[in-house]
Nanobody
Framework: QVQLVESGGGLVQAGGSLRLSCAAS????????MGWFRQAPGKEREFVAT????????YYADSVKGRFTISRDSAKNTVYLQMNSLKSEDTAVYYC????????????????WGHGTQVTVSS
């Protein structure tokens, strides 16, 4: 059974940085696409970034491009989301997700999800 566990969330001032981690277990993830999504209060879940497990292909939402970086450490079975220049609108619960097959921004196509980690950006 695939397990995804997020960590690294917290409270940060606008302009600050956080690094989220997603520890994956239960599979060999070489053929998986890993994604980060977020959901703010009262809003729908939205795509943030995805990476192939190889790290060769990455995609970002326009709202985070140039500020966030997705990466992975294969040896640790961990995917990261480095978030810089944080804004108040980045406040949300951030979720890690995994799927086999092609990249997609559609969350309903991901098979496995973590429980989320809260990121709060104060202005």
């Amino acid at each position: 059974q695939v397990q995804l566990v997020e960590s690294g969330g917290g409270l940060v001032q606008a302009g600050g940085s956080l690094r989220l981690s997603c520890a994956a277990s239960g599979r060999t993830f070489s053929s998986y696409v890993m994604g980060w999504f977020r959901q703010a209060p009262g809003k729908e879940r939205e795509f943030v970034a995805t990476t192939s497990w190889s790290g060769i292909m990455t995609y970002y939402a326009d709202s985070v491009k140039g500020r966030f970086t997705i990466s992975r450490d294969s040896a640790k079975n961990t995917v990261y989301l480095q978030m810089n220049s944080l804004k108040s609108e980045d406040t949300a619960v951030y979720y890690c997700a995994a799927k086999i097959g092609p990249h997609t921004r559609r969350g309903n196509e991901y098979d496995y999800w973590g429980h989320g980690t809260q990121v709060t950006v104060s202005s």
